[in-house]
């Protein structure tokens, strides 16, 4: 029966991806930047690239090349912040730029959570929380005892 629902989560969870990436296509961007833009447009223009690594799940590599693309494009410039931390921000162009793009999708986004009830809205974040927490606690587990050098 689990194999089942994994099978179905998997699924669901693939194709969403796939929407996303079917508007990343629509607004001619990338997926990466896509990501990266939506990011800091829900930071009000302006993050700490470390945020975008954790927000986004995305490899450094792929997001230091798409901030370095669109830094060479001027629609974000780097910072420097405290320590070594780096803030990405959006100037004026990467403003016009994200704006229509992101706030579009943020829309469509308020428009399906304005639909559930504030109980559905909890229990899914909930449980989402739920397989996270549990998929990184067997991860560990698993991966700590297969593969000791990987870090997760």
């Not at 930071?43 to 450094?60: F, N, P, V």
């Not at 428009?111 to 449980?127: A, G, V």
Request: glycine residues 6%; charged residues 25%; contains cysteine.
């Amino acid at each position: 029966m689990h194999l089942l629902e994994a099978k179905k989560y998997s699924q669901l969870s693939g194709e969403i991806n796939s929407l996303y990436h079917e508007a990343a296509v629509i607004m001619g961007i990338s997926d990466s930047v896509l990501d990266i833009l939506y990011v800091i447009c829900g930071a009000e223009d302006s993050c700490l690239q470390s945020e975008i690594y954790k927000m986004t799940g995305m490899s450094r590599q792929t997001i230091n090349s798409a901030i370095h693309k669109l830094e060479k494009e001027g629609i974000v410039c780097l910072l420097q912040g405290q320590g070594r931390n780096t803030i990405v921000s959006l100037t004026e162009k990467g403003k016009e730029f994200s704006s229509p793009k992101i706030h579009a999708l943020q829309e469509i986004e308020n428009k399906i959570w304005s639909e559930w009830s504030i109980d559905e809205r909890q229990q899914y974040l909930t449980l989402t929380e739920k397989y996270c927490s549990s998929l990184r606690k067997y991860m560990k587990e698993i991966f700590r005892n297969n593969y000791p050098k990987e870090q997760l």
